[in-house]
């Protein structure tokens, strides 16, 4: 046998660069695809302003439903936007189904790209178009006359966790479409968790308010994790109720666990 | 020089024995084709080669790299056009490129030149800013064969080429492959269901039958071996496959006439 000349290690660091070299790569295939399409992104502007101007209007006239205090418009909007990153990301497993059934997946999975660089490219792909999201949900916020937090650090914030929690349920769904492999079961299975996954969390009602096997539900959803960080940075004078350092920590490994499952099982879908 | 060699290699799924103990050596710059019914383990065979799917027995090298253990070395010698289309119908032409010359690392100084080049090559450089969805199935497949060769393969995978294709795209694209491996001496491995044209660009052909090779050699002499007169490679195929091309099934059936589909 002989040795691996045209591999020959590079030293810890080079490998990093190469590895985030070739994560990149999957985004700007995917920033090149919006850029040749946007009509995805106008068109997804619809189901997040239903939500913030007709069901966050009525409701705000509820009592009881303010949570510490805070007028609802303002807590349902970071909720709005952790849903439309959620709603984005759980399909993106159907995305990969195509990409395997158009032959893309096996040109990926030839290539001497690390299978881990090909599924986190794939989940900051995903967080790519959700930033769209954040915009829209920015622009739909201020006649509505949510007390925004302008400051830098908490909008940089605010990028962060959308991109974080796009890529962890976009890696979700990719782990997803790796086991069920056609279309047709993914989808069943896609709608199937959505909406739990979006009523077991603090998205639209405070945790405080559910009966208590929903509060021990909503506290093992990372959603609810998403929505709290988002909550914190997004609005004026609004405190995290879990603390960020906790939201950011379970987003984070939680990230990296299922980035590292999805990239052993990415190539079953070639298969 | 054996540049492709399998030893016993097997895979199987379940109980199905899809490619059962294949032993073949593909020389360099040869034009090797892999011959068969559906199901006969050509497209199996393939996925082994070029690292997608693991082998459940058996071993392979490309290029003196062991199949399972070197994978990324693999990954750097060969090149692979699979039979669906693999071309990204939103980007442009030279987009698609651009994306694979960086997950091979090519260096950034090097990658417009052999994009250029490979656009050049492919007879694309006047659809090279045009978006891949407005091209014919023709300059779809020119595509990919320009993509895949990027990084200067040793060996080049093909799967059914030319299927879905009318002959003069089918003959543009064979004179295009023909003078890419002139130039980089390229081995090329590629299934195909059309026995005149295996007959006509393959050096040498394997006819598969149920995971096994029922028959090896050059076109030629597979002929001859029927000993009648004006025999055709199909006689030879009938004689070792049977006329079992019936079987592949639904899964097979879809897929190929979804790629007719889209290249027609």
Redesign the interface.
Known sequence: ??P????APRGAWANLR?FV??TL?MT??EI??LR??PTELISRAVQPALWLLVFGQVFSRVRGITAGGVRYTDFIAPGILAQSVLFIAIFYGIGIIWER????V????????PRSALVLGKALSAGVRSLSQAIIIYLLAIPVGVHLNWNPSALLGVLVVVVLGASLFSTFSLIIACLVKTRERFMGIGQFLTMPLFFASNAIFPIVLMPHWLQVLSHCNPLTYQVDALRALMLVGHASDLGLGLDFAVLIIVTILLVLLGARLY?NV?? | MAIVETFALSRWFGGVRAVDGLSITVDACEVFGLLGPNGAGKSTTVKMLTTLLRPSAGRATIDGYDLVRQASSVRRVIGYVPQLVSADGSLTGAENLRIFAKLYDIPHTEQRARIDEALEFMGLTNAAHAVVGTYSGGMIRRLEIAQSMLHRPRVLFLDEPTVGLDPSARKAVWEHLRSLREEFDTTIVMTTHQMEEADGVCSRVAILHQGQVAVIGTPAELKASLGAEGATLDDVFIKYAGTSLESGGYREARRTRRTARRLG
Request: proline share 6%; hydrophobic share 50%; no cysteine.
């Open positions: 046998m002989k691996d000349a045209l591999a190469a070299a070739k790569v700007e295939l090149l695809r040749h399409d059934d158009l032959g893309i096996q040109k990926f999975l030839v290539s001497p790209t190539p070639a298969t």
